[in-house]
C-alpha cells in the first residue's frame, strides 16, 4: 500500500503502528466512505488535528458497520514530534470516547498493518437468555431461544483447517482465493454468553458472521453439525446458516510476530 | 404510598411486583419529572399501552441520572389479563432496548417496592487504567491516576455498622434521619477495574457516590483511610471526597425478605 511522502525540509517521516480499540455501534465500519462517518476518519482526522500532517492509514481489517474492536492496529508515516508513549495521549484528546489509542509505536518501514498481519481472531457474542440485556444491547446478538452449545461445539470443529470457504462468505470486493486456514474455532458457554472464538490467517468478507449464523443453526437444529464438511465441500452460500448481525462481532487479537506489537498487552 | 385504584365492573386489580433492569445513561434517572425522560415514565406508558390501564409505579430507588440498576423494583395495582409469566414479554414489546423486564409476580397487596425493601446493594466501578476503554464510556468512572486498593479497602472497613452518615451525602429532599446501617462495603480489584460494592438498610441522598468520592481520595492519597471515623463524627460534608461521577453507579442487589421476589435470579 503507497504512502504519499509529502516532502519538506527537516520533516522526518516514520512509520507508525497505532493499537486501539473501540466500539463500532456508531460508526460505518472501519473504511473511509462517502456516506457515513467512519474510524478511519476520525482517527485520520485526529493525527491531522494533532500532528499537522494529513496522512492515510492503512487498518487491519476492514470491520463492518456495527463491528466492534477491542484490539486494531493502523499503520502510516507520521511526522510528529510527540515521542510514541505520549502520542495515544495526545490522539485520545482529538478523539470521540468510543475510540481509544492505547500505544503507538515505531515500525520499520515496509511495516503495513493489514498485509503484515500473521493472524486474526474474531469473537461472536450470542446472548442466549429470554429478556434482552440493556448492557448489551449492540454489544452482542439477542438470541432467546435455548441454543444447543454442545452441538455447536461439535459443528466447529469441522471448519477448522485449509478450506475453501465460499460456503460462509458474503461476496464483497473480490479477492483473489476463497481459501483461508482456520487455526482455532472454539464455542464456550459462559453463563447467558454464547461466545464463539474464530483465529485464522484471514478471514473472507462476512466470514465469521456467515460461520456464526452456521453454529447458530446448529444450535437450534437447524443444521445437522455432521453435515458442515459437505456444507464447505459445496461451496454454496445457500447451504450455510444465516449471517449473524454485525453486533456481535469484535476482533479480539491479532499477531503480527514482532515483539513490540504485541497487541494483547494493550486488552483490557 | 396510595395507589389510585379506578372503578369497573369485573376489574381486578392485583399488586404486582415488577423486576428490571436498565441502562441509565440515557435517562434522567427513575422518577417521573417534567424537564426530561425517566425510566419511570416509560414503564409506566408501558403498562398502560400494553395493559390499558393507568398507573403509578412505586420504586425501590430513586436512582439519578445516569445511574445504572441490574436490578430494580417497581411495584403497582395492575389489572391485566396477561398471566405474570407473559407479563414481561409483553412489557418489552413497548420498551426500549436499554430498559428490560425479566420477572412479573404477584404480591400482597401491601407490598410496596420502595417500603418494603429490607436492603439493597449498590456497586460503584472505578477504571482505574491510563486509557479510557470505548466499552467503559458511560458504563465506569475513568480515573487514569494509579489508585491504591488497599488504602481503600483499609477505609472501608470503617464506613461499616450504623453511622450518622451526615458527611457523606448530598442535601437533597429531607429524610427524617442520617443515621444508616451498612452491612458491608467492599473494595475489589479486578483487572483494571475496581469495584465498590455498599449493602445498608438504606442510602441518602448521593450517599453511594460520597462514599466511593472518598475512597478515591484515599486510593490517591489525599485523604489518610485511618481519618474516616474523625470524618464521620465531623457530620461535615466538606471533609469527605468529593461526590463521584454517577456513571460508576450501578444497583446490583435487593432483599425483600420474600421467596416469590428472589430478585438475584434475573440478575445477568
Keep these: 500500500m503507497p504512502c504519499l511522502l509529502p516532502f519538506g525540509k527537516g520533516r522526518e517521516f516514520l512509520k507508525k503502528a497505532l493499537i486501539l480499540s473501540y466500539l463500532g455501534t456508531a460508526y460505518h465500519g472501519w473504511q473511509r466512505q462517502k456516506n457515513g462517518m467512519t474510524i478511519q476518519q476520525k482517527l485520520e482526522e485526529a493525527i491531522e488535528s494533532v500532528c499537522k500532517v494529513k496522512t492515510p492509514l492503512s487498518g487491519c481489517g476492514r470491520t463492518d458497520a456495527g463491528v466492534h474492536a477491542e484490539v486494531y492496529v493502523a499503520s502510516a508515516f507520521i511526522d510528529t514530534g510527540i515521542p510514541d508513549e505520549k502520542l495515544p495521549y495526545a490522539l485520545n484528546t482529538a478523539l470521540p470516547d468510543d475510540i481509544s489509542v492505547k500505544r503507538a509505536v515505531t515500525v520499520p518501514d515496509d511495516f503495513d498493518a493489514r498485509f503484515s498481519c500473521k493472524s486474526k481472531e474474531y469473537t461472536y457474542r450470542i446472548l442466549n437468555a429470554p429478556f434482552r440485556d440493556p448492557f448489551l444491547s449492540d454489544r452482542a446478538y439477542f438470541y432467546p431461544k435455548k441454543l444447543d452449545a454442545g452441538a455447536m461445539q461439535k459443528a466447529a470443529r469441522f471448519f477448522v483447517g485449509k478450506h475453501d470457504f465460499s460456503a460462509v462468505r458474503s461476496l464483497g470486493t473480490p479477492v483473489r482465493s476463497p481459501v483461508r486456514t482456520i487455526y482455532y474455532l472454539t464455542v464456550e458457554k459462559k453463563g447467558d454468553i454464547i461466545e464463539i472464538k474464530a483465529c485464522a490467517d484471514g478471514f473472507l468478507y462476512n466470514m465469521v458472521r456467515a460461520i ?23 461451496r454454496d452460500r445457500e447451504r450455510g446458516g444465516p449471517t449473524a448481525p454485525a453486533c456481535g462481532l469484535y476482533l479480539t487479537a491479532l499477531s503480527y510476530g514482532m515483539e513490540n506489537i504485541d497487541v494483547n498487552s494493550v486488552k483490557k
Tied chains: 1, 2.
Excluded: R
Aim: with cysteine; charged share 15%.
Design 212 to 234: 456464526s449464523g452456521t453454529l447458530v443453526f446448529c444450535g437450534c437444529g437447524k443444521i445437522d453439525p455432521l453435515s458442515i464438511p459437505e456444507i464447505l465441500a459445496s
